[in-house]
Structures are given as structure tokens and as C-alpha cells.
């Protein structure tokens, strides 16, 4: 049975195909085969034989019998003219190609012939002056000869005609000698260049070969050998080899790696390399070097050196000179300053009509705060309200430093206290004027002349005391006086003629600073100069950040601040100190290269100080610190000052024995990274009007960390100093209770010696300690074994009775010692 299974094969109609046979195999089966045919090769005649053969045209075809087969007479006679024209066409090129090899052989043989005569030129000239400078010698010398001899001549005439021919002939010789001397200095020159030019190495590598460095002991690189090849190759198509040298302005700053100063200069950093080990520096590439090297460096290769420092990158915030045409009136900036409950936030919310004192924690204001006051004149007062506690005196302080006027609140009933006195220093460090306010009028036991002397003895001198300090009367409770405060106000402002360019980049100080749970780092600004608008770019201290939002004092958004607004500005990357100034920049790159390099300098500066003490400074302190006690805290506030005031006041806290010791302290709410930071040292974490949030409350939990909140300062400090009352140890007292005068020792068996005693004194106890005087010095200190009164062991003696005493594990006594009786009286201890 066959494969096809007796259909019938597909296939070309006219039989099978040519090429392919058809194979039988056995049970029927077939196959077809495709056979491989090879081509008959084609043989082309040569253009000789189309000599021998004749036709019409006077042209060969050659013999039909041994033409290829398949070839016509026309397609044989096309072959033989394509053949011909190829050879005629290769004829030519080559024409060409050896015209035009002759061509460029006759250019460099007349660059070459320019080349040489150049050299020889040169040669020449260089021959023509060193003749010139050896002729101006020996006319020099000979003049000195002929002087030498015009002198000898004076002396002696006669030896001078003898010798006379024989100076005359003498320059001859040395005249004629020139030319071998300077033809053999030629030949020398040509022998060392060649040498020099001549790559290879003649003879032994000596060692001195070796040190010079003439003979590396090494071939030259392939590079190099390009190089000189490239060389030669200028040299002879009449180019210059050597380049001019390109004199560049280098830019060095305090530090610079050598690579980074070779690039810089355009040059090899092998060069820059071997030129600082030849002055002893053994550097390599990656290595730095301060600025005054480099400036070596930079001479030595002939370029021009810029000192440039890290702190350029602040030259962008410009400091711009104002015009007087530009500057326009602006409202001024009151900071109110005084004692603590003197009424400073209860005359401000008076002005505002504004109820800001319910709002504030136990009373007082623990927060810096700044608002915008519209009088009934219609004039604008911008106020700023800074804390009366002890704690806040950098706030008091950076009050003063932004302030136009300070209002110094008294209060009538209470006089002058010491933070009035702290804040009349700020003011007068600040040169800025003020105007007293006696608050409290309105009280019966109000005393306004006593405040106003009171003031004198701080140079404080008020209008009706002759002085030239504006004081009013005033009352926030009734309202009394207010109108006269705003009056004064105005008029020392309009004194002052407070102007600012509302129309520049802006420029402001950062009064607080806060982290908010859901806007993230804010700042209040009290915009100094220029105008703060949305979308500003702005660097403060060591943080930056794009003017996201503004928020004035009333809590509603605002598209610019003018000159003396307080705003909330919201974008930053992070909180700011408060007190540091907020500048606006062009771009983002500028901002965030001066915050790094504010955040590099401060870290530099605070490890230089920590590294600045001496090793035995530093063994001295941990001996010192041995025997004080650390009480570790965590800070959290919910403002910047805030968080500055606690710690200053922490650092208060402490004698030589205890102290506090802030781990750290920062603002915003408490977290799980804060529980893990005080989990080592046992600290507990104080929060200031902040809370924890759930993670941080768990991880407390489970590792035993205690968090306290507090919301008035005075019961944080408290606290905090009752702790650290905690780890005093207590202060032992000594009360002398009786004194004892040895009459007779006895001698016990079991008991050892016994003193007889009479009781002088006071009384004897038995649980009292006592101490053995000889001749009124303390030989022994110690506690009683026995206490006998005749044969009875009792617990007291009374004066004038004897008693017989024996020491625990000490025997020495003799007639006529002292026995001191005292008892001892452990007193807890607390800081002040």
C-alpha cells in the first residue's frame, strides 16, 4: 500500500517538474527527490582573441564552438565592451591616482624645503647674535686690555712696546677659533636632539639615568607615541607643534581636591601631582588641599586664582540699598512687655475688643502673639504680646529686637517687679522708645506715683517727672485711659516717620514657630521689609520652603503681607528657631544650597565647641560628674519658644550634686520615636500643651515610660525641681545629747574594760552614738555595748547620776577621757 494510498500526486500539469525524480521503494511505497543540477561555467576570451576572429564591423565574437551554451553572438559582443570599458576605466583611476600621489609627494616636499629653510633661517639669526654678543665680548675685553695696558704703559714704556705686538696679535686666534667652536656646539646640539627625538635607549640604564627620571624604566605608552608622531606630522606640513598657553581664571575654594584643581586648570593630573610632591606634599588625586596650596599651584602653572568661600552662596540675598523715593509709610510694630499678671494681655484684648485672655492656660501668656489693631482714627497698630514669666526672656528679648515702640505695662497695685525691670533692659539694648502704662487704676489700693518713682531708680524718668518718657493711666478692666494710650502711641510713631519699600523681595523675623498636626511646620513672620506673597521661595535659618498659604491674625487667608503684618506662613520643610530672619530668593536651588550650608556650619560649629576642651579638661569633668547626679528629661512644646523657654529654665535647675539634663526637645505632639529615644536612660517625657498619639501611648505602655502634661509652666519647673529634690541625698544632723567624764576602768570578765562614769551633761542614751575625747581630741567614734546603771542594764542615765559604759569593739579608755553623746537626725533636702 503506498503513501498517497493510490490517489493521484499533485503536480505540474505537462509531468513531473525538471530536477525532480521520482523513487519507488518497496510495499509501494514513492518519494520524490529534487536533483541538484551545477551550472556549465561561462568562459569569458580574452581581448587578444578578438584579434583572430573577423565580422562586419571589423569585431571578433570568437569561436562559436567554444562559447558557453546559451549565449548569443549580441550578448557575447556586450561582454566584450563592458569588459573593455571596465579595463579603460581602471586605466584612468590609476592615472589618477598616481597624479595625484605625485601631487601631494610635491606638496610635502615644498612644505618640507619651507620647513627646512625656516629652521635654517632661524639657525641662522641664532648663529648671528650669539656671533654678535661673542664680538661685543671680545670688544669689551679688549677695551679692558687696552686699558689694562694704558696704565702698565705709564709705569713702564719699554715693557709696554715689547708686549705691545704680542697683544695685538692675540684676538686673532680667538676670532678665528670661533666658528669651529660654535660649528661643533651645532653638531653637539644636533646629537643630543636626535638623541631626544630617537625614542630608544642607548646602552645600560645607569642608575642616576634612573632617578632623573630621563630613563623610567619603563616604554614609552602608545599615547605618548601618538603624540610624537602627531608632532612630527605638524611639524612637517609647516603647522605650529606647540600650542599658545591659555591663562584661565581658577575658582578655589576653602578645601579642593587635587583631581577637581587639575580640571579646573586644564591640566594633567600627574602634573599638578608631581608639582606638590617637589614641595613636599605627598598626596595623590583624591586627596584634598587647603586653599593657600592651591594657590601655589596655581601660580606655578601660570593662571590666575578666585578665592571663593562656602559663604558665597548667601551673597545671593542682597542687601538693597533703599531709595528714598521708594519708601512708603508703615504701621508700627508696639511690643507690650511687663511682669507677669501686670494686665499685658488683658489691655490688649481691651484694644481689640477681643477675648484672647480666656484662652490662655492658668491665666498667663505662655505664647508670643502678634495682631493687627484698626483705631477709630483709622490708623493701623500692630501689636505684639510677649510672656511676663521668668522663663520667657528670649521671647521679652526678640520682642524688643523687632519692635518700633515698647509699652511698659505696671501694674499700679503691685509696682515695679523684676521682670519690669528685665524688659526696661531689653527696650534700652533695643534703642527703642517707650511709653509706661500704669495698669490697674482702677483698684483701691492703686498707687500710680509710687510706680513713677519706682521707675526713676531704673533711669525710667516719665513726663510728669520732668522726663521725656510718655506714661498713662489706664485700666483694662473699665477701659479708662485707653483712648490716651492709642493716642500716644500714634503720636511716637508719627515722631519716628517709620517707613519701608513695600516693593521688594521680602524680609521679615520669625516671632514663633510651631508644628502643626495637620498644616505641618508654621511660622508667624512679622514681615520687616518688602511684600510676602503666595508662591514666594524664602530660606529662614536652616530651613526653606515656597509660601503655601498666609494667615493673618484673624485666621483668614491672605494673598501678601505688606511691611510691619504678622502672618502665619505655611510651606516650610521644617520648624525654624524663633528669632532667625526669613529672606525670599529666585529660585528653589538657591534656597536649599543656603539652608545646607547653614545646617553644615552650625554642625561644624557644634563640634568644634564639644572638641575644643582638652583631655584634661575632660578627665576633670567626668571626675566631677561622678559624684553629681543627672536627672534625664524629654521636652515636647507646642511652640518653638515655648520649647526654648523650658529648657533655659531646666538648665537653672541644679547644684553641685544634682542637675537636669535635657536628651532633647523639639516641638509638636509626642511620638513612638520620642518613647524609644528615653526607653535606655529611664527620662520621663514632658509634654507642654501637646498630647501623644495612640502608637506613642502603647509603645510608653508596654515599656514603662512615663509621660506628663502640662499646660502652665510654673507646675512643669515645680515639678521638675521636686524631682530632682529626689535624688539629694539627705542632709544628716548631729544634736548633742549629754556629756559623760570617766572616773574609774574596771576591768569585766566576758564584758572586757568598763568605764565608771559620771554623767556631767545632759543624758546618756543607750541607742545614741558616742565619741572618745583625750585631752579634747576625738580618738574614737562609735556606739555603746553596754549601759549600766549599778547592776541593771537600762536605756538612759540622767545628769548627775553614775553609770558604768562599755564601747562596742574598742577597749582603750583611761580615767579622766570625755565621753561625747550625741544622736543623729536625717533632713530631706529640696532645691530652692
Known amino acids: 500500500m503506498s503513501d498517497n494510498d493510490g490517489k493521484k500526486t499533485l503536480g505540474v500539469r505537462g509531468g513531473p517538474r525538471s530536477g525532480n525524480v521520482k523513487q519507488s ?4 511505497r514513492t518519494k520524490n527527490v529534487v536533483v541538484e543540477t551545477k551550472r556549465k561555467r561561462v568562459v569569458v576570451p580574452k581581448p587578444g582573441a578578438a584579434k583572430t576572429g573577423t565580422g562586419k564591423a571589423g569585431k571578433s565574437i570568437g569561436d562559436p564552438s567554444k562559447r558557453p551554451a546559451g549565449i548569443s553572438d549580441a550578448e557575447m559582443e556586450r561582454r566584450l565592451k563592458a569588459l573593455q570599458a571596465a579595463k ?53 675685553k679688549e677695551a679692558e686690555d687696552a686699558a689694562k695696558r694704558a696704565a702698565a704703559a705709564a709705569a713702564a714704556p719699554q715693557a709696554t712696546e715689547q708686549k705691545a705686538p704680542a697683544r695685538a696679535q692675540k684676538p686673532a686666534p680667538s ?37 632623573s627620571g630621563r630613563e623610567g624604566g619603563r616604554t614609552k605608552s602608545l599615547a605618548a607615541m601618538k603624540r610624537k608622531q602627531e608632532r612630527a606630522r605638524q611639524k612637517a606640513m609647516g603647522q605650529p607643534v606647540e600650542r599658545e598657553k591659555v591663562v584661565r581664571d581658577v575658582r578655589v575654594p576653602e578645601t579642593i581636591v587635587v583631581s577637581e ?78 511682669h507677669v499678671d501686670h494686665g499685658k494681655t488683658s489691655l490688649l484684648d481691651a484694644i481689640r475688643n477681643a477675648k484672647v485672655v480666656s484662652g490662655e492656660a492658668g491665666g498667663i501668656t505662655q505664647h508670643i ?45 503691685d509696682s515695679v517687679m523684676p521682670q519690669t525691670i528685665e524688659a526696661i533692659n531689653h527696650a534700652k539694648a533695643a534703642e527703642v522708645p517707650m511709653i509706661v502704662a500704669i495698669n490697674k487704676c482702677d483698684k483701691p489700693a492703686a498707687d500710680p506715683n ?147 550650608y547653614r545646617e553644615s556650619a552650625a554642625k561644624e560649629k557644634r563640634a568644634a565647641a564639644g572638641a575644643a576642651a582638652t583631655l584634661e579638661q575632660l578627665m576633670q569633668k567626668a571626675k566631677e560628674d ?54 535606655a536612660s529611664g527620662a520621663p517625657i514632658m509634654g507642654f500643651n501637646v498630647r501623644a498619639n495612640a502608637s506613642a501611648r502603647n509603645s510608653a505602655n508596654q515599656k514603662g515610660v512615663e509621660i506628663r502634661y502640662y499646660s502652665v509652666i510654673y507646675d512643669l519647673v515645680d515639678d521638675v525641681k521636686a524631682a530632682a529634690s529626689g535624688l539629694l541625698s539627705a542632709e544628716v544632723r548631729e544634736h548633742f545629747i549629754g556629756y559623760a567624764e570617766i572616773r574609774e576602768v574596771f576591768k569585766v570578765t566576758g564584758v572586757g574594760k568598763v568605764a565608771g562614769c559620771l554623767v556631767t551633761e545632759g543624758v546618756a542614751r543607750r541607742s545614741a552614738g558616742v565619741r572618745l575625747l ?24 540622767q545628769s548627775g547620776q553614775e553609770c558604768g559604759m562599755a564601747f562596742e569593739n574598742y577597749d582603750d579608755i583611761r580615767p579622766g577621757d570625755v565621753i561625747e553623746i550625741f544622736e543623729r537626725e536625717e533632713v530631706e533636702r529640696r532645691l530652692d
Open 25 to 28: 521503494f518497496s510495499h509501494g
Open 88 to 140: 579603460a576605466r581602471e586605466a584612468e583611476e590609476a592615472a589618477q591616482r598616481e597624479a595625484d600621489e605625485k601631487a601631494r609627494e610635491e606638496e610635502r616636499q615644498r612644505r618640507r624645503e619651507e620647513a627646512e629653510a625656516k629652521e635654517r633661517e632661524e639657525r641662522e639669526r641664532e648663529e648671528a647674535l650669539k656671533a654678535k654678543a661673542e664680538e661685543e665680548a671680545r670688544k669689551k
Open 175 to 211: 676670532g678665528g677659533a670661533a666658528a669651529p667652536g660654535r660649528k661643533k656646539e651645532r653638531e653637539e646640539d644636533r646629537s643630543r636632539s636626535k638623541g631626544r627625538d630617537d625614542g630608544r635607549r642607548s646602552g645600560k640604564l645607569t642608575v642616576n639615568q634612573a632617578l
Open 261 to 338: 584643581l587639575a580640571n579646573r586648570m586644564a591640566e594633567r593630573v600627574a602634573d599638578v601631582v608631581k608639582s606638590l610632591m617637589k614641595m613636599g606634599m605627598m598626596v595623590t588625586q583624591n586627596q584634598p588641599i587647603d586653599a593657600d596650596t592651591a594657590e601655589l599651584i596655581v601660580e606655578e602653572f601660570g593662571h590666575r586664582i578666585q578665592r571663593v568661600s562656602d559663604a558665597d552662596v548667601e551673597d545671593v540675598i542682597q542687601q538693597i540699598e533703599e531709595d528714598e523715593a521708594d519708601l512708603k509709610p508703615r504701621p508700627p510694630v508696639i511690643t507690650i512687655m511687663g
Open 369 to 413: 502673639g502678634a495682631y493687627q489693631v484698626k483705631t477709630d482714627s483709622g490708623s493701623i497698630l500692630t501689636f505684639l504680646d510677649t510672656p511676663g514669666h521668668a522663663a520667657f526672656t528670649s521671647m521679652r528679648s526678640r520682642g524688643a529686637q523687632v519692635t518700633d515702640i515698647v509699652v511698659l505695662v505696671v501694674a499700679a497695685d
Open 450 to 596: 509710687k510706680v513713677r518713682a519706682e521707675l526713676l531708680q531704673h533711669e525710667v524718668i516719665v513726663e510728669e517727672m520732668s522726663g521725656d518718657v510718655q506714661d498713662v493711666e489706664v485700666s483694662a478692666k473699665t477701659g479708662q485711659g485707653l483712648d490716651e494710650l492709642l493716642e500716644s502711641i500714634a503720636l511716637q510713631a508719627e515722631i519716628l516717620e517709620l517707613k519701608a519699600n513695600p516693593d521688594r523681595a521680602a524680609e521679615g523675623a520669625v516671632i514663633e514657630a510651631q508644628l502643626d498636626v495637620g498644616r505641618g511646620p508654621v511660622a508667624t513672620v512679622l514681615v520687616q521689609k518688602g511684600t510676602l506673597k503666595q508662591g514666594d521661595i524664602f530660606v529662614v535659618g536652616e530651613q526653606w520652603g515656597r509660601v503655601r498659604a498666609l494667615v493673618d491674625d484673624k485666621g483668614e487667608r491672605i494673598e501678601e503681607a505688606g511691611p510691619s503684618v504678622p502672618v502665619e506662613v505655611l510651606g516650610l520643610n521644617g520648624t525654624p528657631e524663633a528669632g532667625d530672619v526669613l529672606n525670599v530668593v529666585d529660585t528653589e536651588a538657591q534656597a536649599r544650597e543656603i539652608a545646607e
Open 626 to 679: 561622678e559624684n553629681v547626679k543627672e536627672l534625664p528629661i524629654l521636652v515636647k512644646a507646642d511652640v518653638q519658644g515655648s520649647a526654648e523657654a523650658i529648657v533655659q529654665a531646666m538648665e537653672k535647675i541644679g547644684n553641685e550634686e544634682v542637675r537636669v539634663r535635657v536628651l532633647h526637645y523639639g516641638v509638636g505632639a509626642i511620638t513612638e520615636t520620642d518613647v524609644g529615644l528615653v526607653e
Open 774 to 797: 583625750r585631752d579634747d581630741v576625738v580618738i574614737h567614734e562609735g556606739t555603746l555595748k553596754t549601759l549600766k546603771r549599778f547592776k541593771d542594764e537600762v536605756k538612759e542615765v
